[in-house]
């Protein structure tokens, strides 16, 4: 008998034991990510006791908290929110928060550790706690110029400082606007979420960062890279573009947008089948340098990596270890190269800032309930993807598609603009997406880009120089103009 209790009391030992180690667990490990969590009321309601501190460009609020009469105090407002919605997101009684508002709740809530001393001051001086605010990288111009130029049709624009990795814009067609599931209304939250969460245009989705695509040719720039730095081509190198190739292992045939050969008898240099598309030439490319080769050149842009900005953006992926005819796809953005709209930017910033590749980012500076600045954000690099010399080649490579090949509608007056088109094939039936990725100006670029229109963003006649660059080149010329 003694025995028998002796265990019953070992096991009741146990569990006491267990209790309290995960107890403690939760209140010490995941305290701070249990109260991250979108829809603790108990959290926001707290939350909503005190002022929420604004998110600024400059000195402009595009998020701030206003005075209410009712139980809640403060009543969040974003201006042109729509306009800024995939940086802003919302911050909602019934759904939480999303996007800056999410990530960075801790500063806008006031529940920062570096705000203890304020909370103090302000307890000893009876006035009302109130939370930071955080300062954004995007250009407003640039930001607008996006907006206008996508005029709602489903896509995604990033615009990016090459040398630093800040975000110029971020942009997402079609948008929402955040008030709608702001306001102190819990029915008419849900009422207007479900309504934007049904709509088969996904107005709540982050597209620049979540959704990932071909990219088609734009990914071309990658087996470019690839080749210049095996050390086995240059711009001159001649390559084989005869009007088909057969795809090893199929009976399957790739074929040129043209439906013709690249160049004279079928050959064309590197420079002149970057600057005219020349589907047959790169696949060609991508057979001689391997998979591998590419692989790891992708990676290199930041391809399987992730990257918080301070959201996290999706991945993007090469596919590991395809067969040869795979792998001619693959060299030319398709089979199952995906990426987002950040990451092609990364890749035209990368090349544009003389192969280093840096750490895109959207918050500025971290600044107390006074406005103080308490942190300025530090650029960071990412890696170097290539040799400057081979970066230049590239860049002065890109410099000739907009001038003389397929992206003549990104051309600015009095700038020299670099770019790639490209219309990646999507599911059979399916119109293909439109994309161009590019920078400004070609020497010390400030700006870096890249532009996708899903399906064509409706349009009957796909291309990436007819849809995607007009929309780079004004993004561009409103940052330009500055």
Known sequence: M??????????IIFLLLSLI????????????????????????????SRERGPILLGSKAVAQSTPTSDSLKY?????????????????????????IEREENDVLAGNDSRFFVDRMQQLLAGRKPKGGAIRLTIDPDAQAAAVKALNGR???VVAIDPKTGAILALASSPSFDPNLLSSHNAADIQKNYESLNTDPNQPLLNRPLAMTLPPGSTFKLVTAAAALESGKYTAASVLPGPAELALPGTDKKLGN????????????SLKEALAISCNTAFASLGLELGASAIYDQAKKFGFESSFDVPMTAATSHFPVDPNESQTAMSAIGQFDVRATALQMAMVSAGIANEGIVMRPYLVSQILGPDLSVL??????AFGRAMSSENANVLRDMMVNVVSAGTGTNARISGIVVGGKTGTAENTPGESAHAWFVGFAPAEGASIAIAVVLEHGGGATEVSGNALAAPIAAAVMKALLKQ
């Open 154 to 156: 489903t896509g995604a």
């Open 257 to 268: 947008w043209t439906g013709k050969s690249c160049g004279a008898n079928g050959k064309v």
């Open 75 to 99: 009543l969040r407002e974003y201006a042109a929110g729509p306009t800024y919605a995939a940086i802003s997101g919302f911050y909602s009684l019934v759904y939480g928060a999303t996007g």
């Open 2 to 11: 003694i025995r028998q209790i002796n265990r019953v009391t070992a096991v």
């Open 21 to 48: 180690v995960n107890v403690s667990y939760i209140q010490v490990f995941q305290a701070h990510d249990l109260r991250k969590q979108a829809g603790n009321q108990r959290v926001i309601l707290t939350e909503y």
């Open 375 to 380: 942190q300025n954000t530090t650029p960071l």
